[in-house]
Every structure is written in structure tokens, then in C-alpha cells.
């Protein structure tokens, strides 16, 4: 089932059982994750994955919930359930209607470039970071890597309808010295072109270098 066909049953059914207010944001995930510990690369993974994000309100009365299971008949037994949660709910001091559409977006905004996912691409990243580290000092390294493209469907009540897409690219490692000497850096880009794990990699191991052989410090006032 796509994106904006469970968002559509989703709000239809809401607003059928007496929903006033209907925002549906169906999420779609596309991540790969590298793990690595002692200089070497020890799990790679990829996931795909789907959730819809549902918050309603019957008038000045709320609820909101998660949902995993998107079949048809969960979509609206979800439905069913929320609504009756939301009339049950203690009122809000404050209610204030949706926003009302049709709005316009800005497509540079709504349209990221996707990153990379495939493996090639995502342990050679990992790899450039470890060597780095190491050159600047380092004698092991750890660390995880996650790299995900998402598309995010909205539809309300008020008549917004969206698709936008986003991604991201997270590198955190940590560089260890001597004894308990360590350092750690972090790489975190939302485009292929600005992610530097060597600059990550450099970072951390010049750190772990600078905590080796630590000297007790003398009390007092420093200018």
C-alpha cells in the first residue's frame, strides 16, 4: 500500500468516527548502519521501514499513536480506537482548529538528494576514518555509522498534502591511545558532498594522542 493511500484511509476514518482535527505523516525509511570496533568493520546492516504517525482532536479533546501494522483493516481498527482514546481524554484548556490549505511549498526544500546506501560506499567511508585516525595517532578505533534516506507523506484536514524527502549521513567514532587515552569526534551531513569522515577520523585520533601520558594539574588561578 503506498504512502498516501494509508494516510487517506487513516484520515478518512478518523473523520468518519467524529474526529475534528487529522494529521496523518506516514514515514518511510531507507537506513544502512556500519559498526566497527578495534579498527575492523563488524556489522553491517540494512533496514527498510514504514510507520505512519497519527494526532487527532475531537474538538478540544486529543490523541495521538504510532502505527506498524498497515494493513487496511489495522489502519482503520487503529482509526476506531484513537478516536474513541481522544473522546475519552480530559479537554485541553485551548483548542484551536487546523490551518486550512491548499498551501504551497518549496520544492528545493522538499526534494533532498538521496545519499548513497550501498555497502561499498558506506565501509569505505568507515575505513577513510579509521586510517585517519590512526595516522594522527590512534592505535584503535570504534564506532558506528548510519547513513538513511527518508520520505515523509502529510495529510491533514485542513487540507495540507505534502511529500518531502530528507537524508542524513551520522559518523561517530571514538580513537584510543595509550592506557585510557581516548578522543572523540563526530561527522554529521545531510549531503554526500559535505560529509568528511577523514576530518571525523583526523579529529579523534589527535585527540587520543593529546590524552596519552596524562600529569596530574597543580591547583590554583590561570590567566
Known sequence: MKADEIASIIQGRCVQRGASDVVVMVLE???AMVRFSNNEITVSTDLKDITAHVFIYC???RAGTNVADLTKRSLESTADRLVDAAKRSHPSDFYAPLPSGPFEYDRNLMRAKE???DPKTTTSWVRAAIQAAMR???TRVSGALIVR???LTLRTTGNAHGVA???GIELSLRAFGNGVASGHAVCIASKERDFDP???GTEAGH???MANNPVEGTPGSYP
Do not use: I, M, Q
Open 59 to 61: 474538538k478540544e479533546r
Open 207 to 209: 585527540l587520543a594522542k
Open 149 to 151: 534516506n527518508l520520505t
Open 136 to 138: 594522527s595517532g590512534a
Open 198 to 200: 577523514v576530518r571525523a
Open 29 to 31: 525509511s531507507e537506513e
Open 165 to 167: 524527502k530528507r537524508s
Open 115 to 117: 545519499v548513497p546506501l
